[in-house]
């Protein structure tokens, strides 16, 4: 007995030297970095339905990252990051040759929003990456980018860089990780079909899934639809007060979701203005999509009605909080 107490106790202690040493390598060589790759050329042919469409995406995406007081992709600090990640700046992402991205090539762009690696082989952490969106709607970003249009003309304004904290670089060599870059075409949904529109835009195009799941962090971005508690929400997150918001459970459970509750014209009016059925205002952080077509939203409802339902009640989860905090 007494000798298998001490194997463990020499097991155990073995265990935590191999832990100890992982966590000051970590520390020691921050976000991991990859060998240069491989970056396709291509060359992105700027037609204005492509800017149009790009316009529509870097909205729902781009800005809300990487967009400064004045709507110019110049960087920001991103002041929702809770603190333990450590403080997040984005990048300038204008046409500017030194600060931004003038100098990068359309290939390296598209290379960089599917996987998370620039043409140096560095890895951008917090970034997210893009590996359902179609060919075509990445394109459409990029010849967004590289348009007439006022957020991205050049500017040499940048943010200082990110202090990511110990649990970020952490994150850099467990959950977050470069993507592959996908072998085959990615095509757009077949658009005469709601379900597979609207699963692609909430998925894909809305990042919808990425708040009203189970967990911020870990999330399968390749199979969205895996990440456990899919669109049963229920994540905490800080209002733009400082106060605490649970974001909502939008599946079709009869209880407790929310796509039960409305009518697919209260769910577009909802998601395209803000504006619950009760007249009440939808808070920060959901923002309302405007740039989304009725068609599209529409879309999103009947896709929602179609996944697992879960049951998970955000009233009563956000009256359980409000009295901890008191
Ligand atoms: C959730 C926030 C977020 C969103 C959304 C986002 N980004 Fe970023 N992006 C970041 C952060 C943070 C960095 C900086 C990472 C680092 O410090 O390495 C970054 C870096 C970049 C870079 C690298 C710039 C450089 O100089 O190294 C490019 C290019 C970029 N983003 C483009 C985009 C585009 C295009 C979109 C929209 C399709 C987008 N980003 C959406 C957060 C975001
Ligand atoms: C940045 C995180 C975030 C993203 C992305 C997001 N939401 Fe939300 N959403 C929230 C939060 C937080 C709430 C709760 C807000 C409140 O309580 O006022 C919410 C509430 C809602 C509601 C109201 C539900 C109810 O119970 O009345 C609907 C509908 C909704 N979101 C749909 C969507 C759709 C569709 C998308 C994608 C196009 C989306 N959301 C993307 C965070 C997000």
Not at 57 to 65: E, F, L, R, V
Not at 71 to 92: C, E, Q, S
Not at 103 to 116: A, K, Q, V
Not at 126 to 135: E, T
Request: with cysteine.
């Amino acid at each position: 007995m007494k000798k298998l107490l001490k194997l463990t106790g020499l097991f155990l202690g073995g265990l935590l030297l191999m832990v100890a040493g992982f966590c000051a390598y970590v520390a020691l060589s921050g976000v991991p970095t990859y060998d240069p790759p491989t970056i396709p050329e291509l060359s992105v042919e700027r037609t204005p339905a492509r800017i149009a469409r790009g316009e529509v995406i870097a909205q729902i995406q781009c800005a809300a990252c990487h967009a400064d007081r004045d709507n110019r992709l110049t960087g920001k600090h991103m002041a929702d990051v809770p603190a333990m990640f450590g403080k997040i700046y984005t990048k300038n992402i204008t046409q500017d040759k030194q600060k931004g991205i003038g100098s990068w090539t359309d290939g390296e762009i598209l290379y960089f929003l599917r996987t998370g690696v620039r043409r140096d082989g560095s890895f951008a952490p917090i970034m997210p990456q893009y590996p359902n969106m179609a060919d075509e709607d990445l394109k459409a970003v990029v010849a967004w980018l590289r348009s007439d249009r006022f957020p991205v003309q050049p500017s040499s304004r940048e943010a200082p860089p990110s202090e990511l904290s110990f649990v970020s670089k952490l994150l850099t060599h467990t959950l977050m990780k470069p993507l592959p870059y996908p072998q085959q075409l990615i095509a757009f949904p077949d658009s005469t079909n709601p379900i597979a529109l609207g699963r692609y835009t909430a998925d894909a195009i809305g990042d919808c899934y990425a708040c009203h799941s189970g967990d911020l962090i870990d999330q399968d971005k390749v199979h969205p639809e895996k990440t456990k508690g899919y669109y049963g929400g229920g994540i905490e997150m800080t209002g733009d007060g400082g106060q605490p918001i649970i974001t909502a459970n939008l599946t079709a459970d009869q209880k407790t979701g929310a796509v039960a509750r409305y009518t697919k014209e209260q769910f577009i009016r909802m998601v395209k203005a803000g504006v619950r059925p009760d007249g009440s205002v939808i808070r920060y952080p959901m923002e309302p999509k405007p740039m989304l077509s009725d068609r599209e939203v529409g879309a999103i409802y009947e896709y929602l009605k179609t996944v697992p339902k879960i049951q998970n009640d955000i009233a009563r989860k956000t009256a359980e909080l409000q009295l901890a905090k008191k």
